[in-house]
């Protein structure tokens, strides 16, 4: 129930509280990688650079020990993209797009892509990857950050 909570208010001070709580419990490991990768995610989103450690390492464990998870490798993604490793976050990027079924997380893998591109002077392939994220979720929050990074492109 707590972890259903924390990801329902994801992005919230409240998630992390919750989040921070259910870390400090003994977990079976499918929950306990569930949790981590919420809070790799919370870090990411929060921006502050005194997290990316933390992040770094609680989204390494959460695909270590789900390798296969589209949320998980996204994730990944985000915090390689953060930590301005793009050609590892690429990958993950591209990997996640291609498994999930989930409109969500393919908005987040192609906003990814799309900052990746805008950030290593990509231009049309960041305006293409922009517009896919668009296309599977124009709300997601990650939309606005990757049409902030690539918007400057078009106007050169």
Same mark, same amino acid.
């Given at each position: 129930v707590q972890l259903a909570a924390a990801m329902s208010v994801s992005g919230r001070p409240e998630s992390s509280e919750l989040v921070?709580? =259910?870390?400090?419990?003994?977990?079976?490991?499918? =929950?306990r990688s569930v949790c981590l990768n919420l809070r790799a995610w919370q870090c990411y989103l929060a921006g502050d650079d005194a997290l990316r450690a933390e992040a770094d390492q609680a989204s390494l464990d959460a695909i270590t020990a789900s390798p296969d998870n589209d949320s998980f490798i996204d994730t990944r993604g985000h915090v390689l993209l953060w930590n301005k490793r793009w050609s590892e976050a690429e990958q993950h990027f591209r990997r996640a797009f291609k498994l999930t079924k989930a409109r969500s997380t393919s908005a987040s893998a192609a906003s990814g892509l799309a900052m990746i591109c805008a950030a290593t002077n990509r231009a049309d392939e960041a305006a293409e990857w922009l517009a896919r994220a668009r296309e599977n979720d124009s709300e997601h929050v990650l939309v606005a950050r990757a049409t902030a990074a690539v918007e400057p492109l078009r106007r050169l």
């Open positions: 921070d709580g =259910l870390l400090k419990r003994d977990l079976p490991p499918a =929950l």
